[in-house]
């Protein structure tokens, strides 16, 4: 898969987590972003928009329920996988109210089957 157009930007607290998936995304010839939190993923966003994020729902200052919301208010349509450990429905149902279709329980996933998933999504939606 030729990577190198696509930008990643992953959302997640968990500073481990966040570390090793943008380290393996990077092997894989992506430009990876990083944001600890809602606002900083905002941010991120705001200077350049991603062709996927991963997005942790559970974090300080700004969640990815409340990120997602801000997007879709301010009109920003950014494909997203659901990075979460939460199997709260209610999450469930407004994330999906919120266009993410995908979630990833932390828990019943692998780094590196994230990472396939990430380059799946990308090669589905480079083709569509």
């Known amino acids: 898969m030729n990577n ?3 930008t990643v930007l992953i959302v997640e ?3 481990i987590l966040l570390r090793m998936l943008a380290n393996m995304l ?3 010839g992506l430009i990876v972003l990083e944001a600890k939190n ?3 993923g905002m941010a991120q966003i705001g200077a350049a928009i991603p062709d996927l994020m991963l997005l942790d729902i559970d974090m300080p200052q ?3 329920i409340a990120m997602l919301r801000n997007l879709k208010e301010n009109n920003i349509k950014v494909s997203t996988l659901m990075l979460t450990n939460l199997t709260n429905s209610t999450y469930i149902a407004d994330a999906a109210e919120l266009g993410v279709n995908e979630f990833l329980v932390k828990s019943d996933w692998e780094i590196d089957d994230i990472v396939t998933k ?3 999504k990308l090669l589905r939606a480079h083709h569509s």
Do not use: A, Y
């Open 38 to 40: 809602g606002l900083e």
């Open 13 to 15: 607290d968990d500073q």
């Open 26 to 28: 990077k092997e894989k």
């Open 4 to 6: 190198e157009q696509h």
């Open 62 to 64: 700004m969640d990815g």
């Open 118 to 120: 990430v380059e799946e």
